[in-house]
């Protein structure tokens, strides 16, 4: 069968029309599973055809031209047309969608992003179009609840990727206001601003371009395939659970950090601690010497002269170069003082003792003297 290229004007149903190059409008059956956006090239079979009485309307130069601003420009426009898709919103549950919306917000295209979106795309009427963008929503959260998406995910995610900067603020005040009406039925919704390439970016990857948004922002607890498949609440409570999880993490850390900072400033604080009463002590033994020891001469040469004043009994052991220690050497030398004066009390009452005694035998031997002395002038 003989194909020819066209570009897709619209989209009705499951059919789209096409604007062939030959200047003719025809209607294309979209096959189960084929999705195509308006703007988009495909091929039409040349044994059918729709509205062929625009080819005798239209002359070739000005199809050609059609054709020709068509292709140039990357989404097609027509001058005051409720074709031209002015926006794309991205509507996440789980299932995701893409609704393409003209400048009043009236639905163009349907575009599902998932399986789960080809699920609710497959019961959506097909009278959706020209359907305002609220509405359409409202529909299409009620199928999802039907459906059983909306037992555990109440989180729905908005993202608005504008093709027509002109229209920019108004689209995105109409789509907040849908946003406080879908929240006043118990929905949490969050809304984005996307751009063109970042939607292009994700359709790459399979997602949508909200879900793409969030991946890119949280790539450390995230990822790629998890962002495909979980819903958005799922996605949020991965997100926070990872968070949390790091930041235990994190507390342990500086917990264990704080605690071996601790452990080596008690370390630091003992070891000071320790050079200061050795210090102290060290400190309080001089100024014991210096007071035992007048003239600050060292407690050896005291002793030794000590020693000499003694009956010349210096102690030969101890030598005079000895320096002054520690505590035990003050009280040895104490000791050595204390030992050598009784000492010396003894000797000098053993002297005595001895003084007396040669002096009262010296008196008897005198007395014996003298009465031997006496007698014998008796005898004569």
Do not use: C
């Amino acid at each position: 069968m003989l194909m020819k290229q066209g570009i897709v004007m619209e989209i009705k149903s499951k059919k789209a029309i096409v604007f062939t190059k030959e200047g003719a409008f025809e209607t294309v059956s979209l096959k189960k599973g084929q999705h195509v956006e308006i703007g988009s090239e495909i091929e039409v079979p040349v044994s059918k055809s729709y509205y062929t009485s625009y080819k005798k309307r239209i002359s070739t130069i000005v199809a050609a031209a059609a054709v020709l601003v068509l292709f140039f420009t990357q989404y097609p426009f027509l001058q005051n047309s409720n074709v031209a898709v002015a926006a794309y919103v991205g509507l996440d549950i789980n299932p995701s969608i893409e609704v393409g919306v003209n400048e009043k917000l009236k639905v163009v295209e349907v575009i599902p992003i998932n399986d789960d979106g080809k699920i609710i795309v497959e019961q959506i009427d097909d009278d959706y179009r020209n359907k305002p963008l609220s509405e359409f929503i409202d529909d299409t959260i009620e199928l999802a609840k039907s459906d059983g998406y909306l037992t555990e995910n109440k989180d729905v995610l908005l993202t608005i990727t504008t093709i027509d900067k002109d229209a920019q603020a108004e689209i995105e005040e109409k789509v907040n206001a849908i946003k406080e009406e879908t929240e006043k039925k118990g929905m949490a919704v969050t809304t984005l601003e996307g751009d063109e390439n970042t939607r292009k970016e994700a359709k790459d990857l399979g997602v949508s371009t909200g879900k793409y948004m969030i991946y890119k922002e949280s790539k450390e607890e995230l990822t790629i395939e998890e962002t495909k498949e979980l819903s958005v609440t799922q996605i949020y409570e991965k997100i926070d659970k990872s968070k949390k999880q790091k930041e235990e993490k994190d507390s342990k850390i500086e917990k264990n950090n704080n605690q071996k900072m601790d452990l080596e400033n008690k370390k630091e604080q003992k070891a000071e601690m320790k050079q200061q009463k050795f210090e102290d002590k060290k400190k309080e033994n001089l100024n014991k010497n210096k007071e035992g020891h007048p003239g600050n001469e060292p407690p050896g040469k005291n002793k030794v002269k000590e020693n000499n004043g003694n009956n010349g009994r210096a102690d030969k052991n101890k030598s005079d170069d000895n320096p002054p220690g520690d505590g035990n050497w003050n009280n040895k030398i104490k000791e050595s003082d204390d030992e050598m004066s009784s000492k010396n009390k003894k000797d000098d009452f053993e002297k005595h003792e001895d003084q007396q005694k040669s002096n009262k035998y010296k008196k008897d031997d005198k007395d014996k003297h003298q009465n031997e002395n006496n007698g014998n002038k008796k005898e004569n």
